[in-house]
């Protein structure tokens, strides 16, 4: 990397508990980046995919499964809890 371009780079942003109500907001807040990539962490897949996800990917994740959370964890820059 040269200097400046960690600026240009991607963030892929995991997001914990994502379709919760505080979450959820951070995530469509985060939609407008177009530098951002955002995964949303559930422990059970909705029916069917919210209209406001857009872009937005959901993860399945067995919370109490440490080789689920390195999987979904895998070449995320930020993690929000």
Avoid: N, Y
């Amino acid at each position: 990397l040269q200097l400046g371009d960690q600026a240009r780079m991607t963030r892929r942003v995991l997001i914990t508990g994502g379709v919760g109500s505080l979450r959820s907001r951070i995530a469509k807040g985060l939609l407008d980046d177009d530098q951002v990539e955002v995964t949303l962490a559930t422990r059970s897949r909705p029916p069917a995919k919210p209209p406001w996800l857009g872009t937005i990917k959901l993860a399945t994740v067995d919370f109490d499964d440490v080789k689920s959370w390195q999987s979904v964890c895998e070449g995320m820059t930020d993690v929000i809890h």
